[in-house]
């Protein structure tokens, strides 16, 4: 059959709907399509439910006559709980940290369970999703799990959009990453000039100076909603085709 991917997409802060993936990813399966690549599945995972329910709860409680400009605190509320709260006591087995990590793992356990031989993965994971993904990682790596394993045979390639690691690690002295899974794993990530929320991980230095790590500027839009249109971009599918192309040949 040829060449064979199966994509997880991992959303990154703020409210999400189930199937927040579909239609984004339909424009990759058919570039890759086009390029003799089966996309064998495409899927997601929503967590954002693990923090967006204790914060819509508070949300409830308050007396609105209270406070005013209710638009942007909604929208702070939003998109700033669920990052704020992800790195609370992660090692807890209630943390939010924890529930997030289990979910995911869960899910890409399933998906390595169906893969055949030959079959690779790529995961793309959007804004906040790269920073959890980089956790994992590192997390499955230093506990050296059976999912862990699996990951180092299969993963071929981890897209980035909009990554805001450096705003959690930029202020450490000394700033580890995960090892590299397999010796034809590489990481594409992928911002705009104009994206306050999107940063260059290279001149982290150190492992993320790795030549297995690339930037790529590319315009996604006019600033504030550029963050949102990775998805959805000609130019940012057709580099994240020849990427993935790239990867399994």
Known sequence: MGKQVRIVALHGIGNHETGFYEAKLKRIQAALDSAS??????????????????????????DHEDIALKEIRRFLLDNGSDATVYGT???KANS???????????HLTDQLGQMVDGERLVVWASSFGGHLFSDLLWDEQKKKTALDSDLRERLALLVTTG???????????ERELFERPNDTFSWLNIFDRDDILGW???P?????????????VINAGLPVI?????WTRRRVVERIKDTIVAAVS
């Open 96 to 106: 939010n940290y924890r529930k997030i990590h289990d979910q995911v793992k869960g």
């Open 204 to 216: 982290l230095g150190g492992a993320y100076a790795a030549d297995w790590i690339s930037d790529a």
């Open 37 to 62: 690549v089966h996309v064998t599945e495409a899927s997601g995972v929503l967590y954002a439910h693990h923090a967006a329910t204790n914060a819509n709860a508070y949300w409830d409680d308050i």
């Open 200 to 202: 260059p991980l290279r």
């Open 163 to 173: 990554c805001n690691i450096p705003l959690f690690v930029a202020g450490l002295q």
């Open 226 to 230: 550029s963050h949102r249109n990775y």
């Open 89 to 91: 006591k992660p090692h």
